[in-house]
């Protein structure tokens, strides 16, 4: 898949923005970066499990949706790397896809990338 990522330059994003990948059942994550062409999430791994293919949400804190129902698969999925020692929680890095994109979907994640991304 690492063609695929080249293709689309990828952007951090500057504020806390939330997603969720609903299939089988949910991933809840934040965005770590983003490009047109898929995003990575962090999420607390063992609450719900990986959603291999699903349709995803974002949005900020705020409560300002970004992206509603946006069909994506999983490209990739590790654990990172404990930054506190003696935390139980485990987090992991998602990367998603996202695939069958609309005219409007693909407008809304372009502006979300020229309104929240950094580089």
Do not use: C, W
Request: aromatic fraction near 8%; charge should be negative.
């Amino acid at each position: 898949a690492h063609h695929e990522d080249r293709k689309h330059p990828r952007f951090k994003v500057d504020q806390q923005v939330f997603t969720v990948v609903k299939g089988d059942n949910e991933t809840l994550g934040e965005v770590l970066d983003v490009s047109e062409g898929g995003l990575a999430l962090k999420y607390v791994a063992g609450i719900g499990s990986p959603v291999s293919e699903g349709l995803l949400d974002m949005f900020a804190t705020g409560g300002k949706v970004y992206l509603k129902d946006v069909p994506v698969r999983a490209a990739s999925d590790f654990e990172l790397p404990n930054e506190v020692d003696f935390s139980t929680i485990r987090l992991r890095r998602m990367g998603v896809a996202f695939k069958n994109l609309t005219d409007p979907q693909q407008q809304a994640i372009r502006d979300f990338i020229r309104e929240n991304g950094t580089n």
